[in-house]
């Protein structure tokens, strides 16, 4: 059974950091490549940052700079590193986990944990 379980969100000043965390289960996670994405209320889901099998990354521009995402394949584990949070970095993120293997799609998702940039 696939399962990603993210964590680490919570409440954060503006300014202040926040570390999330994807653990990933039933599937060979080293071949997948993995994103976090996230969404606001009211606004589409949008890509935050990816990371390929081969450690390739990519970053949403408004978040180049700030964000950081790493894996650990030892740990089956995704991380997010986020710092000088904004209070429109507020939404849920969530974890995806993607391999195209010819004309199949394996994609997966997680149900997502809660950012809230706030004084």
């Known amino acids: 059974q696939v399962q990603l379980v993210e964590s680490g969100g919570g409440l954060v000043q503006p300014g202040g950091s926040l570390r999330l965390s994807c653990a990933a289960s039933?599937?060979?996670?080293?071949?997948?490549?993995m994103s976090w994405y996230r969404q606001a209320p009211g606004k589409e889901r949008e890509l935050v940052a990816t990371?390929?099998?081969?450690?390739?990354?990519n970053y949403a521009d408004s978040m180049k700079g700030r964000f950081t995402i790493s894996r650990d394949n030892a740990k089956n584990t995704v991380f997010l590193q986020m710092n000088s949070l904004k209070p429109e970095d507020t939404a849920k993120y969530y974890c995806?986990?993607?391999?195209?293997?010819?004309?199949?799609?394996?994609?997966?998702w997680g149900q997502g944990t809660q950012v809230t940039v706030s004084a």
């Open positions: 995806n986990a993607l391999r195209r293997v010819g004309i199949d799609n394996f994609n997966y």
């Open positions: 990371i390929t099998s081969t450690d390739n990354i």
């Open positions: 039933g599937f060979t996670f080293s071949r997948y490549t």
